[in-house]
């Protein structure tokens, strides 16, 4: 059974780096050929996918965040980590690390990040 954790400040200030870790447990991120993406829901509005990394570390980006978005891995650590750049409060919501990435399997229990002064 996977399990995916989130990590990180529930408070970032406008003009700041959100960055946010998740910690796999139960599978390893470089098992041929999974993907794991983030996925955030801002309040009262659908989901949406920001980026994945892959099993073998290559990364893609939705190309609305593509320019704030990064997304990097500590195998060692079996954790994937995103940062997104710049933030406003357009960008608070419930942020989801999961497996997959046009198909989703597993889901971490999410994270809310609030951006304000």
């Known amino acids: 059974q996977v399990q995916l954790q989130e990590s990180g400040p529930g408070l970032v200030k406008p003009s700041q780096t959100l960055s946010l870790t998740c910690t796999v447990s139960?599978?390893?991120?470089?098992?041929?050929?999974?993907?794991w993406s983030w996925i955030r829901q801002p309040p009262g509005k659908g989901l949406e996918w920001m980026g994945a990394?892959?099993?073998?570390?290559?990364?893609s980006y939705s190309p609305s965040l593509l320019s704030r978005t990064s997304i990097s891995r500590d195998t060692s650590k079996n954790q994937f980590t995103l940062q997104l750049s710049s933030v406003t409060p357009e960008d608070t919501a419930v942020y989801y690390c999961?497996?997959?990435?046009?198909?989703?399997?597993?889901w971490g229990q999410g994270t809310q990040v609030t951006v304000s002064s």
């Open positions: 990394i892959g099993y073998n570390g290559s990364t």
């Open positions: 139960g599978g390893s991120i470089t098992t041929n050929y999974y993907y």
């Open positions: 999961t497996r997959g990435r046009s198909t989703i399997d597993y």
